[in-house]
């Protein structure tokens, strides 16, 4: 019903910033959401938007910004002040739950994932 492809991933030194886009095909998901994971981690929410309304993370809060376009067929994720830490494969997920906010659990579809690299 629903398909997302992410984009805008790349290597950016420490305080830089990068803006990753989702596009979604198909039915107008609830929820669109950011998550990341490393190798050996569990998948982390970022930032989502459901029902129009955007959920940040600890980790966005201050230095990312989830938007959506006026169709909600695009997500974008503006990251800021970027660190270190905040390397990891992002991913994209779509969801029909109302209340999936950043719980993977309830994402049913998700992207390939654009790699986000941040040098000191």
């Known amino acids: 019903q629903v398909d997302v492809v992410e984009s805008g991933g790349g290597s950016v030194q420490a305080g830089g910033s990068l803006r990753l886009s989702c596009v979604a095909s198909?039915?107008?998901?609830?929820?669109m959401g950011w998550f990341r994971q490393v190798p050996g981690k569990e998948r982390e929410g970022v930032a989502a938007?459901?029902?129009?309304?955007?959920i940040d993370s600890n980790v966005a809060r201050g230095r990312f910004t989830v938007s959506q376009d006026n169709a909600k067929k695009t997500l974008y994720l503006e990251m800021n002040n970027l660190k270190p830490q905040d390397t990891s494969m992002y991913y994209c997920?779509?969801?029909?739950?109302?209340?999936?906010?950043?719980?993977?659990?309830?994402?049913?579809?998700w992207g390939r994932g654009t790699q986000v690299t941040v040098s000191s």
């Open positions: 997920a779509a969801s029909q739950v109302q209340w999936a906010f950043l719980r993977a659990d309830l994402y049913n579809v």
């Open positions: 938007i459901c029902s129009g309304r955007p």
């Open positions: 198909g039915d107008i998901p609830e929820c």
